[in-house]
């Protein structure tokens, strides 16, 4: 789908615009488009990953980069700015810092970002997609805790479904139906589950059948294959027999059959086996879906009367490096904003639109992330594979919860990739001498620096070690956590920036202790060498509790920001994702969710928007 000139946005009335291309955009585009909708679709960003040979760019511009961060592969555009990790992690208090594209105001830094590329965050995402469990649904009922959302697990599972098939899902539902989850009798999933790592084989004979007690109850510590959307072997018993298609890469469906292992899933998929939004986006129908690039909304218009959405005002710039733009309204039956749980939120502020409750921008939520890793007394050979096919998922809820925050914990296939930025740095610290990574960061002891032959066994028999271990620990909404927007900071195109206020509380820093006493005990099981690095005041995501230091880290899961309740006094949108206060206005994406609980958010979004999309063709057609 090539994107059109915006002068195609004049004096057409669309059955629907959409601002936003990521995942949630081009599902409602294509579900919109399949009933013969005439849908608009406008992207902040550039189609720089709409072809392979783009892609193709995207890839170099990753091998070549030092930093192999989410954002390396995707440059940033000054007309529509991202976030950037590395802007987050020079982040040292005190604060406020106005480094980089948010400006952060605390008690903490904000360490999670997104991309504004046609496709969105998907570009650059994992491809976890798991199901939030029965249990996260009723947080007040069972523990006392956040809010009960209004839409039960049974409510979403056709909507779960939905999304596993358009983004491809690989899993077992036999180890999938843990805690709570259960699927329709004789439900598979679109593929195959992934094979499991070297690393998640060897860890696996170490914990599977063994527990960790928390106030006499006990949790199962069993590694299990993750669900992502990435392809594998199509399941040919799904579709009722008729098997799964998987989906190639966008520009050259020849390349992206099957995973191959990169372990570059994050930042960027060299072949594009993995999921990413444009590929939702590029099947839609074409005939209906009208899609314009570099089209940064300003302004959602509203009629003071009625509240109705009139248009939607955007700038269209030349290119990335130009800032010349030209105004266009673009008008519509209804509307959807599709920007992220950030720019949504933004969006609406700078608009005075969906805030009667005084909820947009609030309960920023994410999974802070604990981090620990180690050497393995065996080889568990890491860097093959995507960056993690298993999981302990066995405490992810349970009585604690009423006062301790839960987690899911990440087995990653990327050795110290995540926490250190291995093995560059280990090649670094070996030459030149510095402290043996099993120090555990005490007392230091110095090396011999090692270069040639030496240098290589030596890396081979420490690499070869090596696991960290994620654990993604639940967070609880908090109207203080929020975005705000402010005339005194604004972009090149004269649009607001974020204003990000964010903090960790209690019930989070439980979380963190608990998990630092499970991952102990896990480390000890496997007869694991602890390197784990903790207490630094340094780090971006330090904070303490009950006088202990730890670090957080970002998981890149945003959400929060407008969401959705049975209560307009209370929630920004109703159940059907439409907002309370205009009756031709939705939201979707993470925003909407009212509590983040532990699975990666993707999946719930996807499901959330195709039940957005049954509530918008419902309206169209009265």
Request: charged letters at 20%.
């Amino acid at each position: 789908m090539n994107p059109s000139s915006p002068e195609v946005t004049q004096g057409t009335v669309f059955d629907v615009v959409i601002v936003g291309a990521g995942i949630t955009g081009a599902i409602l585009a294509k579900s919109l488009a399949a009933k013969k909708k005439r849908v608009l679709v406008l992207e902040a960003g550039t189609a720089d990953a709409s072809n392979f040979g783009s892609y193709s760019q995207l890839l170099d511009n990753f091998y070549t980069s030092q930093a192999k961060i989410p954002q390396s592969p995707y440059p940033d555009n000054a007309n529509a700015p991202q976030p950037s990790e590395l802007d987050c992690e020079q982040i040292t208090p005190p604060i406020p810092d106005t480094n980089g594209y948010f400006i952060q105001v605390g008690p903490i830094p904000f360490l999670s970002t997104y991309t504004r590329y046609l496709g969105g965050t998907t570009l650059h995402w994992l491809g976890t997609s798991l199901r939030m469990l029965p249990d996260d649904f009723r947080m007040k009922t069972l523990f006392g805790q956040a809010e009960d959302w209004p839409v039960s697990y049974d409510d979403m599972m056709p909507y779960y479904a939905m999304a596993e098939f358009e983004m491809g899902v690989s899993a077992d539902v036999s180890k999938q139906n843990y805690l709570g989850i259960h699927f329709p009798p004789g439900y598979v999933y679109p593929m195959h589950e992934l094979p499991a790592s070297w690393s998640d084989k060897t860890i696996s004979k170490s914990l599977d059948g063994t527990t960790y007690e928390v106030d006499q109850e006990s949790f199962n510590l069993d590694v299990i294959n993750t669900p992502a959307s990435r392809n594998s072997i199509p399941n040919q018993a799904y579709a009722n027999g008729k098997g799964y298609t998987p989906v190639g890469a966008v520009g050259n469906p020849s390349l992206g059959q099957r995973c191959m292992g990169n372990t570059a899933c994050v930042p960027i998929c060299p072949i594009q086996a993995k999921y990413n939004a444009l590929k939702t986006l590029y099947s839609a129908d074409s005939e209906y879906v009208t899609l314009v690039t570099q089209a940064v909304v300003s302004k959602v218009e509203i009629d003071p009367t009625t509240k109705l959405v009139t248009g939607i005002r955007f700038k269209y710039y030349e290119s990335a490096t130009n800032p010349n733009y030209t105004e266009f309204v673009a008008k519509g039956k209804q509307y959807a904003l599709a920007t992220h749980a950030v720019e949504n939120a933004k969006l609406l502020l700078a608009s005075g639109a969906a805030n009667s409750s005084d909820q947009v921008g609030r309960n920023l939520m994410d999974h802070t992330t604990l981090l620990a890793w180690g050497l393995a007394p065996e080889p568990l050979w890491p860097y093959r594979g995507p960056v993690a096919t298993a999981g302990v998922e066995g405490m992810r809820t349970g009585k604690y919860r009423k006062d301790t925050a839960s987690f899911r914990i990440e087995i990653g296939n990327d050795g110290w990739g995540w926490p250190t930025s291995g093995p560059i740095t280990d090649v670094i610290e070996l030459v030149d001498g510095t402290p043996d990574p099993a120090t555990n960061g005490s007392e230091p002891i110095q090396l011999p620096k090692l270069w040639g032959k030496a240098l290589r066994e030596r890396l081979k028999e420490q690499v070869r070690r090596q696991f960290r271990m994620a654990f993604l620990v639940e967070q609880l909404p908090n109207a203080d956590n929020r975005v705000t927007i402010s005339p005194d900071h604004k972009d090149a195109l004269g649009n607001y920036i974020p204003i990000i206020a964010y903090g960790i509380d209690g019930y989070t820093g439980a979380g963190f202790e608990l998990g630092t006493k499970v991952y102990k005990q896990m480390f000890k099981d496997i007869g694991a060498v602890d390197c784990t690095v903790v207490n630094s005041k340094t780090d971006a995501g330090y904070f303490q509790y009950k006088d202990t230091g730890y670090t957080a880290y970002g998981a890149g899961h945003l959400c929060g920001t407008h969401r959705m309740g049975s209560d307009p006094k209370t929630s920004v949108v109703n159940p059907q994702q439409r907002t309370w206060d205009h009756e031709n206005l939705y939201l979707v994406g993470c925003g909407n969710m009212v509590t983040v609980a532990t699975s990666n958010p993707t999946l719930t979004a996807g499901a959330l928007t195709f039940m957005a999309a049954e509530n918008i063709l419902a309206s169209l057609d009265k």
